[in-house]
């Protein structure tokens, strides 16, 4: 036998090669309907009626190697507009910000690569430790005591909170200042509504942006409002007054939960030394990518008498029979450990990995470089909202105190700016719902530590450019 004759003894034979985009080879579908006692595979799809099957070939182009597949994924990939290819001035939950190289080198050790809750301590302890390094960190950040180990993001955590304030009072009706996301607004109308919670929502003020204390007062009055639910910075990019609210809610023997940016705490006070009872945030800002909107991380923290009714598990540090130190889950409150309808959530599925993202985020950072993160995002913010307010027609949407975003006025429509300006390489930032602002001028432009003071400049250039071909 000659060489060429050899190697064909090793090459699949034409008729047994993979079938069009499938890896299995005829012999290969042959030999599975053999062990299920079947023909062709026609009969193992016969239960499915006749009308709602394709007689025909898929419309595909020929299947591709691996490489010219890469290649045209690549092509396509090309033609999306991302934060590698714009300039990004997004907000309103989700931001571009600085990730250290040091946060992935360590997360993506394969110890902690797992998205799911240790169930045996015994075989556990790193990961329980690390989570337990991530309730004591987030704790301190949000100036709570007790901090579960993470939802699946700022939506659902916001959602479970109003629910722990309903268990924790046994009333049904929460009180929502009308600035919160509408994304958010959403996840609460769909999660707390068919619990038969009311949900009011409040006016802000139409000067300064804030939540209208004198409304939500009034609010409250009746005997069955469970809690009251703040952001800051809401909607319109303006830092709540957390304390006077907290004044009226303690007047009223009401709960009081505030959604609040991870970074603003760098900043100034955190909700809960200002008096909230429960304290939550979405923790993207915390080390994690963009990542076209998720996985994210949903964070509680509360009070010490609210620590029963947090959804999903607590990590704490213990001693075994024998003395030794160790942690474990001193809380697993959810439908699979209790009966159903005694379980505090049923969607409180943690978020193990980004936990250890965040944990890693805040450990490494230090409290000093974490301030001068959050101060660098304000200082940012102001610069180029002075640098806008200097455009002819442009104005300051709310007078309130801001955080990295502000909300202006444009003398046209927002969602048409933004058109422009993406065309230019910007995405300017988020165009306000009318029913928030009155009109459709107003645009919410998130500002973060990674924009340079030419980057800055370069959004307020082109958007002169904009506006003057408006």
């Known amino acids: 036998m000659n060489q060429r004759q050899n190697f064909s003894v090793l090459e699949p034979s034409i008729a047994d090669a993979p079938l069009g985009y499938n890896v299995h080879t005829a012999s290969d579908v042959q030999a599975m309907l053999q062990v299920m006692g079947l023909h062709s595979v026609e009969q193992l799809f016969e239960d499915i009626p006749a009308p709602v099957c394709l007689r025909r070939e898929l419309d595909l182009p020929p299947a591709l190697n691996e490489w010219e597949l890469m290649r045209d994924v690549r092509a396509m990939a090309d033609m999306n507009a991302s934060t590698l290819t714009h300039a990004s001035f997004l907000g309103g939950g989700a931001y571009e910000h600085y990730i ?34 991530f309730q004591t960190l987030v704790g301190k950040l949000l100036g709570r005591e007790c901090v579960n180990c993470s939802v699946y993001d700022g939506a659902t955590a916001l959602a479970e909170a109003c629910w722990m304030m309903c268990s924790a009072t046994g009333k049904r009706r929460v009180v929502v200042a009308q600035a919160v996301w509408p994304e958010y607004q959403e996840v609460l109308n769909t999660y707390l509504l068919p619990r038969g919670v009311t949900v009011d ?59 609040v940016n991870p970074l603003l705490c760098g900043w100034v006070e955190a909700p809960g030394q200002l008096g909230a009872d ?63 309808d005694k379980a505090t959530s049923h969607i409180c599925s943690n978020q193990a990995l980004n936990a250890i993202r965040v944990a890693v985020y805040l450990a490494c ?21 002075d640098l806008l307010l200097a455009l002819p027609g442009v104005k300051l949407l709310r007078s309130g105190v801001h955080f990295n975003e502000f909300a202006i006025a444009l003398p046209m429509p927002a969602t048409d700016f933004c058109a422009g300006m993406k065309r230019l390489g910007i995405f300017a930032g988020v165009p306000l719902a009318e029913s928030l602002v009155g009109h459709p001028r107003g645009l919410l432009i998130a500002v973060t530590e990674t924009k340079s003071v030419a980057d800055l400049q370069g959004y307020a250039k082109h958007a002169q450019t904009c506006l003057e071909g408006a």
């Open 278 to 340: 429960i304290v939550v945030c979405e923790g993207q800002p915390l080390g994690l990518p963009l990542s076209a909107g998720g996985p994210y991380i949903g964070i509680i923290a509360c009070a010490k008498p609210l620590e029963r009714y947090l959804p999903g598990r607590l990590v704490g540090r213990v001693h075994d029979l024998n003395g030794q130190l160790g942690y474990a889950l001193v809380k697993e409150d959810r439908e699979q450990h209790v009966a159903r």
């Open 365 to 385: 950072l230090g409290e000093r470089n974490f301030m001068q993160i959050a101060e660098a995002n304000a200082a940012n913010a102001v610069m180029l909202r």
């Open 201 to 259: 929502y409040v006016l802000q003020d139409a000067v300064t942006g804030l939540a209208d204390v004198a409304a939500m007062t009034a609010t409250l009055m009746g005997n069955d409002v469970a809690g009251v639910v703040l952001q800051s910075p809401n909607a319109l990019g303006v830092i709540e007054d957390v304390t006077s609210v907290s004044s009226v809610c303690k007047q009223h023997g009401v709960l009081l939960a505030v959604c």
């Open 100 to 133: 250290p190289a040091v946060i992935d080198a360590i997360v993506s050790r394969g110890e902690f690569l797992t998205a799911y809750t240790p169930y045996q301590p015994e075989m556990s302890q790193g990961l329980l430790q690390a989570l337990f390094e």
